[in-house]
């Protein structure tokens, strides 16, 4: 399926005015219209379930105005599922494959169900931090980091320890722990509550419109989902800066950070993706760019990449609730496999 680029006219006689709004299946909040000779202003104050037409706007005036939609450049998956060369991936909950160059959706299995996300959490929790927050930014960790979770990823964090918000992107990202995602949090923030609000509203500014954050690590908690089509948009979303890109592709990290009495502790990180690890063999004919990973019991294996063909073109690929980490593997190898 592919998305397509077209203008949607409204009214009459050309005046050549180019009004933008943001677009997608479904339209939040309030968008700020303005059009191109920075006069009239158009306040669309759309709903989650509004029943108002998403190209309508209220007291428009005859003249032609253009539209262009949200997903003029995303791909675009519907409910029904889309299959490519007989592809099919049984152990999976979800799964899907973007062409981010042609805008079509190769594959798609579930794409709009809720599920689990387990550590892809952390790519939203790295989009806010890298938004909101600076990379010299210091970090102190409170009380809040231990976390007893059993099973539960950590770097070691004790109250009163120090990093940059650099160092804890590379360690969020790359470790994928979760006393560090909440020690990034506070310190955007001030609090937990408040940085998982926020994170709620760049996921609707996005259109990221099915998922629903209650934590910024992604421990199981009831109501705490995402589908595959949000993670690809937010995904899409966070590689839109530098500094994610660098990091996700990051085969090894090492740096040294300080204790509450200024003492150094240091960190030797490997990627939990395998494909940059070096342990799980790529494609024929594809480079695996980078990504994130996770796997909690509730969510299963998750991984999400960031790939490219050898002519170069871009991809997205993304499984969600596989039923171990060497089928989770096997099958993301075999999606994007489907690459020609």
Same mark, same amino acid.
């Given at each position: 399926? +592919?998305?397509?680029? $077209? ?5 009459g006689?050309?005046t ?8 997608? =299946? ?21 709903k ?5 037409s ?8 005859? =003249? ?14 519907? !409910?029904s599922d889309?299959s490519?060369?007989?592809?099919s991936?049984?152990?999976? &909950? ?15 299995? $579930?794409?709009? !169900? ?5 550590s892809?959490?952390?790519? @939203? ?13 210091m970090?102190?960790?409170?009380? $809040? ?14 109250p009163?320890?120090? @990093? ?18 909440? @020690?990034?949090?506070?310190g955007?923030?001030?609090?937990? !509550? ?15 419109t ?21 993670l ?9 800066? !530098? ?19 200024? =003492? ?6 490997? $990627?939990s ?6 342990t799980?063999?790529? %494609? ?6 980078? &990504? ?15 790939? +490219?063909?050898?002519d170069?073109? %871009? ?6 609730k ?9 099958? @993301? ?5 489907i690459?020609?």
């Amino acid at each position: 399926m +592919k998305c397509t680029n $077209n203008n949607f006219l409204i009214g009459g006689l050309t005046t050549g005015i180019k009004i933008k709004y943001r677009l997608l =299946a479904a339209v939040l909040g309030s968008v700020m219209v303005v059009t191109g000779c920075g006069s009239a202003q158009y306040d669309m104050a759309y709903k989650m379930n509004t029943d108002v037409s998403s190209f309508q706007l209220a007291g428009a005036s005859s =003249a032609q105005e253009t539209l262009t939609p949200f997903a003029s450049d995303l791909c675009v998956a519907g !409910e029904s599922d889309i299959s490519a060369s007989g592809a099919s991936f049984p152990d999976v &909950g979800a799964a899907a494959l973007f062409n981010t160059k042609s805008l079509e959706t190769i594959y798609a299995k $579930n794409v709009n !169900e809720q599920l689990n996300p387990a550590s892809l959490t952390k790519i @939203m929790t790295a989009l806010v931090a890298i938004k909101y927050g600076s990379p010299d930014q210091m970090l102190t960790a409170s009380e $809040n980091v231990r976390i007893t979770e059993p099973g539960a990823t950590l770097c070691g964090l004790n109250p009163g320890d120090q @990093m940059t918000m650099e160092q804890a992107l590379h360690v969020l990202l790359l470790q994928s722990a979760n006393d560090v995602a909440v @020690m990034i949090a506070e310190g955007v923030s001030g609090s937990v !509550e408040a940085f998982v609000a926020r994170m709620n509203e760049e996921a609707a500014s996005i259109g990221a419109t099915n998922c629903n954050f209650t934590n910024p690590n992604g421990l199981t908690e009831e109501g705490h989902y995402m589908t595959a089509y949000d993670l690809y948009l937010i995904f899409q979303e966070a590689l839109q800066y !530098e500094l994610f890109n660098q990091i996700i592709q990051m085969a090894t990290y090492t740096t040294s950070y300080h204790d509450r009495n200024g =003492a150094e502790k240091t960190l030797d990180l490997k $990627n939990s993706n395998r494909y940059l690890r070096g342990t799980w063999e790529m %494609p024929a004919n594809v480079t695996v760019i980078g &990504g994130k990973t996770g796997t909690t019991t509730a969510a299963g294996s998750c991984l999400i990449l960031l790939a +490219k063909s050898s002519d170069g073109t %871009p991809y997205i690929s993304v499984i969600l609730k596989d039923s171990s980490g060497d089928q989770l593997y096997t099958d @993301m190898t075999d999606l994007l496999g489907i690459i020609k």
